[in-house]
């Protein structure tokens, strides 16, 4: 049997995942919902999640603040791994990291269109290429890595520090909050084609993860080189 799993991204619940879900999956906020979320926008019966003819169909179960697939609304939508859903303030990620992966994978281009140095090429953004790595890279390395191999599964994800006193969680809760904030400033104002594999964002969007990665770049050399003078 074919199960589901929802990652909440924002949202009172973000971080929370909801795995291997039995088919159909109801998302609301009441009792009785597979999929229960704490978010007073989100109606008591909101949506549901069923499979026919081997597609994963989202529907809309007449809600009060209606459900966005990738940013544009929807009464019922195919869903595949890798898509947004958001209803009421809370956004969710549809699928498992590995069911993403496989996806990135399936729709990876054999190849990729010649840039003469210093040029550009215009046009839209794939959506699976616009992550990047937290790891320092030398500027060779940053042209061999590309998103499809970036965190495909979660062993993938580092460990956070243990033993952390009350003071240090808090610190680095805030400091994950802040970017977290960043990033889903940006991705509020993105826009995807109908089935979610390329998506267009406008030049504040863009320098707004352009800056969350920079602020990343100042955390990581702050926390190699603690004697370093931070440029804040």
């Known amino acids: 049997m074919k199960t589901l799993t929802f990652q909440v991204v924002e949202g009172v619940d973000k971080g929370r995942i909801f795995r291997d879900l039995p088919i159909p999956v109801t998302i609301g906020r009441e009792e009785g919902n597979l999929l229960r979320l704490n978010d007073e926008r989100?109606?008591?019966?909101?949506?549901?999640v069923q499979q026919e003819d081997g597609d994963v169909i989202l529907t809309d179960l007449e809600s009060t603040n209606g459900t966005r697939v990738n940013g544009s609304p929807v009464q019922i939508r195919r869903l595949r791994a890798g898509d947004q859903i958001s209803v009421g303030r809370s956004m969710l990620l549809f699928g498992t990291l590995e069911e993403i992966a496989a996806r990135k994978s399936a729709e990876r281009p054999a190849t990729k269109a010649a840039v003469p140095d210093g040029g550009t090429v215009p046009g839209t953004i794939p959506s699976d290429d616009m992550g990047f790595d937290l790891h320092t890279m030398s500027p060779t390395s940053a042209h061999d890595r590309t998103a499809y191999d970036w965190a495909r599964s979660e062993s993938d994800m580092p460990p956070l520090p243990q033993k952390l006193t009350a003071a240090q969680s808090a610190r680095l809760a805030e400091v994950f909050d802040f970017l977290h904030r960043g990033l889903a400033i940006a991705a509020e104002n993105i826009h995807a084609n109908d089935d979610g594999s390329e998506v267009r964002l406008g030049f504040a969007e863009w320098q707004t993860i352009q800056a969350t990665q920079m602020f990343l770049a100042r955390y990581m050399r702050a926390v190699a080189?603690?004697?370093?003078?931070?440029?804040?």
């Open 42 to 48: 989100v109606s008591r019966f909101h949506a549901k």
């Open 225 to 232: 080189d603690p004697n370093h003078q931070a440029d804040w």
